[in-house]
């Protein structure tokens, strides 16, 4: 929520999606993010919100300063500390706000540095003045590992509180992201998505006429915060009954989702266009003017729904866990801090801390593992294909035979998904040969690793009929 202005209801649009193809996407789970703060220090506290949460997190946020074109095109202290993280574990990635103008509000240029007091300008970009900036943001990102990084290019743009404001200038706007986009794609040894992000609701821009063409945009993302200048909503009066509070909340929680250009507007939107939704920032808050919902976990709750409905095309979620100058959001302890918000943080750990993987043995009659079905109760065929399906959280897979407490040295640990009991490659498992075993029941136990250190055991009781 960095230097944002308040408005109504707000919520950013922003792209962030893992696959063009949204039809294809809308399948993959929904993967967690979070910001904290930036570097120096925002890697370690992102860590220490994973540690709180009991979970890893596939992505981390940050925000490139706006003073110069030397912050534009990625500063060492920023990109080397996330380049650490993201390198740290497989499956990181960076979500990085780009400014598109530096300096001030009025366009007078950047404060410092390159073209210090050199007014900018969306018409400037527009016809590719600073295409070099952005094509050398490109390769310091390649040059630092980080080419995958989802980029939210001049965010909130149909507000009024930013240097590169679309209000008026819309076409000059579309062009310029096009000239941007077409600048970081030519640099050799990117992966880098291009992310859309207009704040939602009445604006002063015409946002549809700052859509840049679907060949420029990977994603479209929706930042949500529950707070509301409606009437009848926030500030809750000091005196209101709980009753009165929930109705408050959930006509707040009505407008974000059904009112004009809310999220299921922009699911509409992205399903029109073939993309994906995120939501890369959103939150409880409190506010100093009371326009916030304070402790809410029904916000949780309802945010928690639409993000798991795969029809909402949800592609990835990041809290944002930071008290900032224009609200409080954080749920996270860190360094003494507590959060004002015991419930929902309650509510957001239960939701979305770590879950589960299904580790039960599967039995398949064939060695590319085809139509399996649960070892447990079924009888063993004369070649049996046994494996645990892959799992994304999943390190090892430790196999014992009639041994249910593993006291015995493991008959197999499979370090490679899917985890077979026997042996194999990704497409084919090797069968157990059953003679091995008596004929009877017996009991199959599997003991998995898990990326955060928790060990899951399963049991199924199988017969080896006699031959």
Known sequence: MVGRIAIAIVIAITAALFHADGEAAAATPPQL?????DAPLGPTKVDAYSAWLGRQVDLAEAFEPADTWEDVEGRSWQLGAWSTWVHGRAGRRLVLTVPMLPGNRDGSGPTSGADAGVPVSLELGAAGVYDAHFAALARNLVAYGLGNTILRVGHEFNGGWYTWRAQGKEAAFAAYWRHIV???RSVPGHALQFNWNPTLGPSAARTDLTWPGDAY?????????DQSWAAGTYPIPSDATT???????ALVWSQILDGSYGLRYWQRFVLAHKKGLSIPEWGVTIRADGHGGGDNPDFISNMSQFIQNSANRVQFHAYFDYMAQDGGHQLSPYEGFTSPFPAAAATYKRLFGPSTPDVKPRLSKAS????????????LPTKAFVFV????????????????KRLRQPLRTDRAEPFDLVGGDPQHAVAFA?????????????????????LVVANARFLRARQ
Request: glycine content about 6%; cysteine-free.
């Open 33 to 37: 993010g979070v910001y904290r703060g």
């Open 182 to 184: 077409t600048a970081m």
């Open 217 to 225: 945009v990977d994603t479209v993302g929706v930042d949500v915060y």
């Open 243 to 249: 009753a009165e509070v929930q109705r408050r909340r």
């Open 368 to 379: 590319n593992r085809a139509a399996a079905q649960p070892l447990a109760n079924r009888t």
């Open 389 to 404: 399906p892959a799992g994304s959280s999943v390190l090892r897979v430790s196999f014992y035979i009639d041994d249910p």
């Open 434 to 454: 059953t003679t091995r075993i008596r004929p009877g029941w017996h009991t199959l136990t599997v003991a998995a690793r898990l990326d955060d250190s928790r």
